[in-house]
């Protein structure tokens, strides 16, 4: 309801609307599985048309992969819905190279929202080639990798009860060595006149193939990035779906981001992967 009150009295062609769908909860609101049905696409679908207010979503995207349903029974779904003008492009979320293959063989896929950041760059072995390749964008979340490139985080936050409190990357060695990154990350970033999560921030969009990127910020604008160059990425979403690519897109300035200068090594995960 806070998303459709906040639509209300806008032009539609005037905001990207990208909506996310599949994951089942129960009454308490505790996780219990996805479903990528296509049944339950359609069904997903008309709630949020009717909840939003919208006769049509932009960018529909199972949110993540069902293990029960083949990615191309779930895709050919949305495609029927993208034939009927209820949906004007399709993405993806959380899915390896192979997944993003099948799906695009069924129908083009507009993006893959995906982990990505300086320190966490899993997908550059196999899932950012493959998105190059099919031209399917890549929409980055985790740009601070969770607060930890963010310039603001500390050994003294770890009894911080939420997802970090449960992450190798905030725990124990790992944390130390991630910090160490951290600070030589504000000497490059200082050097530039640069915050630290600004200059984290402007690298993502520096990488071929990335076409958007979202961070969070809990309390104020002085927790997020800030004295930004120029660049694609922004708080909200702005990916654009392929039937529309007539949008200017910004492009950073690439005197603000050398990339043969960026020598900060990844950040030690424990083991987490996301995709």
Not at 78 to 90: Q, S
Not at 113 to 136: D, F, K, N
């Amino acid at each position: 309801m806070l998303i459709a009150e906040g639509l209300r009295g806008r032009r539609r062609e005037d905001y990207v609307l990208s909506v996310k769908f599949g994951t089942l909860r129960d009454p308490a609101m505790g996780f219990v599985g996805y479903d990528g049905r296509p049944e339950a696409v359609k069904n997903f679908l008309a709630y949020s048309l009717k909840r939003l207010g919208v006769e049509y979503v932009d960018i529909y995207r199972p949110a993540r992969l069902d293990p029960a349903v083949p990615i191309e029974d779930t895709v050919g779904a949305i495609a029927d819905m993208v034939g009927k003008g209820y949906v004007r492009a399709i993405g993806l979320s959380e899915v390896g190279a192979q997944t993003v293959r099948r799906a695009a063989a069924v129908h083009p896929i507009s993006d893959l929202q995906i982990e990505y950041s300086l320190v966490m760059r899993m997908i550059e072995s196999e899932i950012l080639p493959a998105c190059r390749e099919l031209g399917v964008g890549i929409t980055a979340y985790g740009v601070l990798a969770r607060g930890l490139i963010s310039g603001h985080w500390s050994k003294d936050r770890a009894s911080e009860r939420d997802f970090r409190a449960f992450s190798p990357r905030f725990a124990g060695e790992n944390l130390d060595h991630n910090l160490a990154l951290v600070e030589a990350l504000r000497q490059v970033a200082e050097a530039r006149g640069l915050s630290v999560a600004a200059a984290a921030v402007a690298w993502v969009p520096s990488r071929r193939g990335t076409t958007s990127c979202r961070w969070s910020a809990r309390a104020s604008a002085a927790n997020g990035p800030s004295r930004a160059p120029p660049t694609r990425c922004g708080s909200a979403r702005r990916t654009w779906p392929r039937s529309n690519r007539r949008r200017p897109r910004a492009r950073p300035r690439a005197s603000a981001i050398p990339r043969r200068r960026w020598r900060i090594s990844t950040a030690r995960n424990g083991g987490e992967f996301s995709g």
